[in-house]
Antibody, heavy 119, light 107 residues
Framework: QVQLQQWGAGLLKPSETLSRTCAVYGGSFSNYYWSWIRQPPGKGLEWIGEINHSGSTNYNPSLKRRVSISVDTSKNQFSLKLSSVTAADTAVYYC?????????????WGQGTLVTVSS | EIVLTQSPATLSLSPGERATLSCRASQSVSTYLAWYQQKPGQAPRLLIYDASNRATGIPARFSGSGSGTDFTLTISSLEPEDFAIYYCQQRNNWPVTFGPGTKVDIK
């Protein structure tokens, strides 16, 4: 059974860079895409982007100038960086395993973590 | 960007009743639409993908239908654990987008 465990700073100041890493335990790492999704408190879901084991990425254009997703296949980990954060980036951040081919879906989600941006 | 609209925003029903949730896309997404269930304090869980395929372990009381721009999630008989928020998601066009959600609460 796959498990996704993420870590990173939970409290940031405006203009800092949000960094989160998600480690994958169990199951194949190379056969999937891996994604990040966020959810502001009390609001809906926003897809941030995804990466596969080869490093091929897709990003949400609304965040593209500030976001970077990378992968470390030697550790079965993938990471999110979001620069120049503001209070609007306060959200629960989720990492997920994405299954399927050209049209794929977030089939397994890790437990989210609240990241707060506040001065 | 494809905008997904979900209706109703809130659905108040009793256990045992049938729930019908709607998701409408601003342009065709073919059948590349998923439904997720989210309970308070938990991560979303995939219920339905490709509009009508149940994900692994999802009970048969959950079913999805539709194509193009109009989609429906049906819960045939609500169980106590089904009261939650349901989101649709399209994976036909970039960026991937989610609907605002429908909350199913206990009447």
């Amino acid at each position: 059974q796959v498990q996704l465990q993420q870590w990173g700073a939970g409290l940031l100041k405006p203009s800092e860079t949000l960094s989160r890493t998600c480690a994958v335990y169990g199951g194949s790492f190379s056969n999937y895409y891996w994604s990040w999704i966020r959810q502001p408190p009390g609001k809906g879901l926003e897809w941030i982007g995804e990466i596969n084991h080869s490093g091929s990425t897709n990003y949400n254009p609304s965040l593209k100038r500030r976001v970077s997703i990378s992968v470390d296949t030697s550790k079965n980990q993938f990471s999110l960086k979001l620069s120049s954060v503001t209070a609007a980036d306060t959200a629960v951040y989720y990492c997920a395993r994405v299954f399927g081919g050209a049209h794929r879906y977030e089939g397994h989600w890790g437990q989210g973590t609240l990241v707060t941006v506040s001065s | 960007e494809i905008v997904l609209t979900q209706s109703p925003a809130t659905l108040s029903l009793s256990p045992g009743e049938r729930a019908t949730l709607s998701c409408r896309a601003s342009q065709s997404v073919s059948t590349y639409l998923a439904w997720y269930q989210q309970k308070p304090g938990q991560a979303p869980r995939l219920l339905i993908y490709d509009a009508s395929n149940r994900a692994t372990g999802i009970p048969a009381r959950f079913s999805g239908s539709g194509s193009g721009t109009d989609f429906t999630l049906t819960i045939s008989s609500l169980e106590p654990e089904d009261f939650a928020i349901y989101y649709c998601q399209q994976r036909n066009n970039w960026p991937v987008t989610f609907g605002p959600g429908t909350k199913v609460d206990i009447k």
